[in-house]
């Protein structure tokens, strides 16, 4: 396959992904409401001629079919869900929908999916095998449209070969890409704690069971849950963000609410901290008088990107782009639906670089000053494309 070709394709719709994502990113939807959003692909498809499978409500899968006989099969996913952020950038495509906002670039993921298959339509005279495009609703929210995907049966007829996912990354600069072989992503586990005492006048501490100090306890004794159980060569995170005791300063309160979260890297450490954390909660709590509710929301599985393949695909990519712009990446805590993809089929999920320290574009993803640098969508469209022909074979 003429990389050159491919890259003239991407630099001739270039124009046309650009307006795709500023129409997305002005018209954001939350995780399982991305109804305008799937309407706007469907419309998309519709023009190129290509026919599409509704699932998981909002999703949407196409099979782009070359002319030439194969068995082969490459899935290419998009997500396509925003966030519940108010948007700080003052920009022409600012989000025109209040308290959501496109901050992690899965509008840059649609709009170039919906590029690669335009490159891709216009080549199926030229390669073998099919190329299943999956734009994905709900990748923020849990339990994750991927897994609602897979439940219906997006891995199947056809059944993929490999599934690629790429995701923008402004620690990156525009114009580079990154891959790492082998585990990259956290499980994430969502933590919901209620801790109960008997409240009271803060003068008057014997005659009360104080949550407060029960909780100040819990929340550091549940760090020696990583720091003195978990293996040390396998990465965990134990993090609570919300801690609220609706008391004063002369007023203990009848209970103390918390929510974190627990991320790891290995599924059998994954269900035996659970089971830690529960306890050793639940016996402190009643050490000391009260009680304590301890609910834990299983969330995504790691994510791995199987060997063989991303060792491929990293070498596709520097034939496409030269090896100075693509990199290595370190494992990330972060956590990300496509996990499921990568636990049933082999995956290769890759960062497309969107930084561009020249004109501010800096922001971390779930901010709201994230943007991305639009030149990276011409890279993306046909990257894509070329690597899904070549894992075909072509």
């Known amino acids: 396959m003429n990389k050159e070709l491919i890259q003239e394709l991407s630099k001739n719709i270039f124009d046309e992904v650009v307006a795709n994502r500023r129409h997305l990113h002005s018209h954001p939807e ?26 998981a ?54 709009s170039s999916l919906l590029g690669t298959a335009k490159i891709l339509t216009e080549l199926k005279g030229q390669f073998a095998g099919t190329v299943k495009l999956i734009f994905q609703p709900a990748e923020e929210k849990l339990p994750g449209g991927a897994s609602l995907m ?87 995170v134990l993090s609570f963000g919300k801690v609220i005791a609706n008391g004063a300063t002369n007023v203990i309160p009848n209970e103390v609410y918390l929510e974190g979260t627990f991320r790891t890297m290995d599924e ?22 009260g009680s304590c509710e301890f609910n834990i929301m299983r969330g995504y599985p790691f994510l791995i990107n199987e060997e063989k393949l991303t060792a491929s695909t990293r070498a596709f990519a520097e034939e496409y782009l030269g090896k100075e712009n693509v990199l290595d990446l370190d494992i990330w805590m972060a956590a990300e639906d496509f996990a499921y993809y990568s636990q049933v089929a082999d995956s290769c999920f890759y960062r497309l670089g969107t930084r561009n320290e020249s004109r501010g ?14 030149s990276a969508l011409q890279l993306s469209t046909g990257l894509m494309a070329y690597l899904a022909l070549k894992q075909l074979g072509n």
């Open 57 to 110: 409500d909002t999703g949407l899968v196409v099979l782009i079919k070359g002319d030439h006989p194969s068995d082969k099969v490459v899935a290419l996913r998009a997500d396509m869900d925003a966030l519940p952020i108010t948007e700080a950038n003052e920009v022409s495509y600012k989000s025109q929908n209040a308290g959501v906002m496109h901050a992690c670039g899965h509008d840059a993921h649609t």
């Open 150 to 236: 897979i439940k219906e049966g997006v891995l199947e007829n056809p059944k993929p070969q490999a599934v690629l996912g790429q995701h923008v990354m402004p620690f990156i600069d525009a114009g580079k890409v990154g891959f790492r072989a082998g585990k990259y992503m956290a499980s994430t586990d969502e933590l919901y704690v209620t801790v109960k005492g008997k409240g009271g006048h803060g003068a008057q501490p014997q005659m009360n069971v104080d949550p407060v100090i029960i909780t100040a306890h819990i929340l550091t004794s549940l760090q020696t849950i990583v720091s003195r159980f978990a293996d040390p060569k396998s990465p965990s």
């Open 361 to 374: 574009i800096t922001s971390s993803v779930h901010t709201p000053t994230f943007d991305v640098e639009e």
């Open 30 to 55: 939350l995780s399982f409401h991305e109804v305008e959003t799937s309407a706007f692909v469907a419309r998309k498809l519709e023009d190129m001629g290509l026919k599409y499978h509704k699932m």
């Open 268 to 289: 059998k450490w994954r269900g035996e901290a659970h089971i830690k954390m529960k306890k050793m909660a639940e016996g402190i709590a009643e050490s000391m008088g």
